[in-house]
């Protein structure tokens, strides 16, 4: 089992800055890839950005160039740096943790979200 903390959600003005943190805790033996995703009212969970192995990133188009993950193994902790926030930026941002084996997708875990709001 891992368990997933996100911190680091507030209110900003567009043209801002935030940083998400993800804590995970528990067996992170089989955690492969872990991501952000973002829900805003009425719109489906999107993905934002992940890392893979950590190393490999891979970014959605709407926050490429202004969004960054990275990771600190030693911490166990993901990180999403926003900058040049806009308030179509405005959700619920949700860490996510990928577990897989040989390849074979395992199972996932989510935290429980924070909430990121831009205003204009």
């Known amino acids: 089992q891992v368990q997933l903390m996100e911190s680091g959600g507030g209110l900003v003005q567009a043209g801002g800055s935030l940083r998400l943190s993800c804590r995970a805790s528990?067996?992170?033996?089989?955690?492969?890839?872990m991501s952000w995703y973002r829900q805003a009212p009425g719109n489906e969970r999107e993905l934002v950005a992940e890392i893979i192995d950590g190393d490999s990133t891979k970014y959605s188009d709407s926050v490429k160039g202004r969004f960054t993950i990275s990771g600190d193994n030693a911490k166990n902790t993901v990180y999403l740096q926003m900058d040049s926030l806009k308030p179509e930026d405005t959700a619920v941002y949700y860490c996510?943790?990928?577990?897989?084996?040989?390849?074979?997708?395992?199972?996932?875990?989510w935290g429980q979200g924070t909430q990121v709001t831009v205003s204009s």
């Open positions: 996510n943790a990928e577990e897989s084996l040989g390849g074979v997708k395992l199972g996932e875990y």
């Open positions: 528990g067996s992170m033996f089989s955690i492969s890839a």
